[in-house]
């Protein structure tokens, strides 16, 4: 079947240091993807989406690129911080007739070492 | 308001118990989903509705039962659940067919059946 999945369970970083998630897609269909960060006992907070026909989307000190001849999606965080230790999930959205739907990949956890 | 509430925050329940769980969201938003979330897995898409009608049920046991009263709020009905059913219950909302369009997650209810 078709599934959205992470490389690594877990990536440990410095303070200070860039934190790079990645993310391994196999349907070639999705619309956009997204990027949720989910901290211990909360729902997950919006990060970055980023359209399928884009490449390259910057905010504020998260980076998300996508390679679709790959079929591969990356976060960026730069400057990690401790408050940055969570689990990350990609999602990868379908427009459909009636709402957007998300299917989520495996997940990330980050932990930010002093 | 940029937020979806849902409550309760947890809830214990026997498996001949009805309970239900209630989302609620003013951002104008015309989609609204329910999530199933087990430990240290990703959400799990279970239902969507757009204009508060349902459009999509992903074969999810009929011992769940979602109501869409109108366009603010998302109701998810519970009955004779079975101790597997014990999850993180998340509702979103977003806009219809704009892409992510603020899809935005509440904290979610932390559902315990005994």
């Known amino acids: 079947g078709e599934s959205v999945g992470l490389h690594l369970p877990t990536l440990s970083v410095q303070e200070g240091d860039n934190s790079i998630i990645n993310c391994a897609y196999s349907?070639?269909?999705?619309?956009?993807f997204i990027w949720y960060k989910q901290e211990s006992g909360k729902g997950p907070q919006f990060i970055i989406d980023?359209?399928?026909?884009?490449d390259k989307r910057q905010g504020q000190r998260v980076t998300v690129l996508l390679n679709k001849t790959v079929k591969h999606l990356s976060l960026q965080i730069a400057a990690t911080q401790p408050g940055d230790s969570a689990v990350y999930f990609c999602a990868e959205g379908f427009l459909t007739g009636g709402g957007n739907k998300l299917t989520f990949g495996t997940g990330t956890q980050l932990k930010v070492e002093l | 308001d940029t937020e979806v509430t849902q409550t309760p925050k947890h809830l214990v329940m026997g498996m001949t118990n009805k309970k239900s769980l209630k989302c609620e969201q003013h951002?104008?938003?015309?989609?609204m989903y329910w999530y199933k979330q087990k430990a240290k897995k990703p959400p799990e898409l279970m239902f969507v509705?757009?204009?508060?009608?349902?459009?999509i049920n992903e074969s999810v046991p009929s011992r769940f039962s979602p109501e869409c009263p109108n366009s603010s709020l998302l109701n998810l009905h519970l009955h004779a659940l079975q101790p597997e059913d014990s999850a993180l219950y998340l509702c979103?909302?977003?806009?219809?067919?704009?892409?992510?369009?603020?899809?935005?997650f509440g904290s979610g209810t932390r559902l315990t059946v005994v």
């Open positions: 979103a909302s977003s806009q219809v067919g704009r892409g992510a369009g603020g899809y935005t």
């Open positions: 951002m104008g938003h015309r989609a």
């Open positions: 349907n070639s269909a999705s619309d956009y």
């Open positions: 509705y757009s204009y508060e009608k349902l459009s």
């Open positions: 980023i359209r399928s026909n884009m």
